[in-house]
């Protein structure tokens, strides 16, 4: 999913679809049919064409979606550090927006990458991915009830290869917490100190 042009607009697009679990779409807007023996589509009188090597051509349509990343948490612990997020942190509820791009390699941003403080980010993803993916707090989890600010913030995007969309916020203890936690990654650290 990475842009060689470096354009962050494209990276998120490119991100939100894989979020959303796009599939492949047919030339004439209908739903793609189920797959079939075969792994490409053409009509039924004449043969798929074919490159010199006899596999499928670059033209011919294929049955098969992209890939997309896994739904599953985040483990807690070291990971990859491999990421394309896209980060909002705004002042409060309906206070303009901070949009940061956070490209990383190996625990490393790329060059793509729009962020106050992007090695930090990428350091703390690959230190701990987990925090991308904060469990809400258990039934008999007591949050203590103290207002942290009215900032909000969200990611959206991949971490390892796994979907990631997290809203934090400081409206209780344990979601300051949460807020804390992802804080290099958020680029702020809100009203939590």
């Known amino acids: 999913m990475r842009t060689q042009s470096g354009r962050p607009a494209l990276v998120l697009a490119a991100v939100l679809m894989a979020v959303a679990g796009l599939t492949a779409c047919t030339p ?22 074919t490159a010199p090597s006899g596999s499928p051509s670059p033209e011919t349509e294929t049955t098969s979606p992209a890939p997309s990343p896994s739904a599953a948490p985040l483990p807690s612990g070291p990971g990859q550090g491999n990421a394309e997020l896209a980060i909002m942190v705004k002042p409060n509820e309906t206070g303009t927006a901070a949009n940061f791009t956070l490209v990383c390699q190996n625990g490393v941003p790329a060059a793509e990458s729009q962020h106050p403080n992007a090695a930090g980010a990428c350091i703390a993803i690959k230190n701990n991915p987990a925090i991308l993916s904060p469990a809400p707090p258990a039934k008999n989890q007591t949050c203590t009830q103290q207002y942290g600010g009215p900032q909000v913030a969200t990611v959206t995007g991949v971490v390892d290869g796994r979907a990631v969309q997290a809203n934090f916020s400081l409206t209780n203890g344990c979601e300051i917490a949460a807020w804390k936690a992802a804080k290099d990654v958020l680029g702020s650290s809100g009203g939590a100190s």
């Open 28 to 49: 004439n807007g209908g739903p793609t049919p189920p797959p079939s023996s075969g792994t490409t589509t053409g009509t039924p009188s004449s043969p798929s064409p």
